[in-house]
């Protein structure tokens, strides 16, 4: 933990000479995932049948990313930078601490996961989407909540959870076709 510890904490020296920097990672940290639901709700209401799709399985996986963090993160019990005590490279939290262990990030595994929806159905909104994670990743870390393997886990688990909803919606369409196919009468 040592390395990953140097670099919150320097990303974080970064940050904080800047007021702009802070308030940038502040909003990137807590706020950015909203607007990225927003607008996966906005998705939701617009008659487009291809993005009206994205947006139910960027709900979907949300949703599945969310159980899968917070499982894992029962289990492992990871201290947040903010609150280990290494006096070489104290991590403050700039932002109120969160209820949960640090490893996997949620926020970084609900925004990859989602993203991966949107970029699976229209690449120029996936490519804002994954940006939008990268923004919410970096503000994890700049604010000091997060570990860059932290990061990454919410990386994984967003990937993986993005196509276990991907593959189950795979397996229902293929039964209703199935399905379809057997009561099916031609005359």
Known sequence: MGLEHQF???????????ALLTALAIFCARYLIIVFAVFIAFLLVRKSGKLRHAANEAAW?????????????????????????DQ????????????????????TSVSVAMACAI??????????????AALIA???LAVGV????????????GVCAFFLVRFAHYQIRRKDIEKSARTHKHF
């Open 8 to 18: 919150v904490f320097e990303l974080q020296k970064i940050v904080a000479g800047s």
């Open 61 to 85: 996986s949300a949703l599945t990313a969310l159980l899968l963090t917070t499982l894992i993160a029962f289990f492992m019990e990871r201290l947040r930078p903010f609150q280990v005590a």
């Open 88 to 107: 070489s490279y104290l991590v403050t939290s700039l932002i109120p601490p969160p209820l949960t262990t640090a490893f996997p990030s949620g926020h």
């Open 119 to 132: 970029l699976f159905a229209n690449r120029p909104l996936g490519f804002l989407s994954l940006l939008a």
């Open 138 to 140: 970096l503000g994890r």
């Open 146 to 157: 997060h570990y860059p393997s932290d990061i990454l886990g919410g990386i994984i688990v």
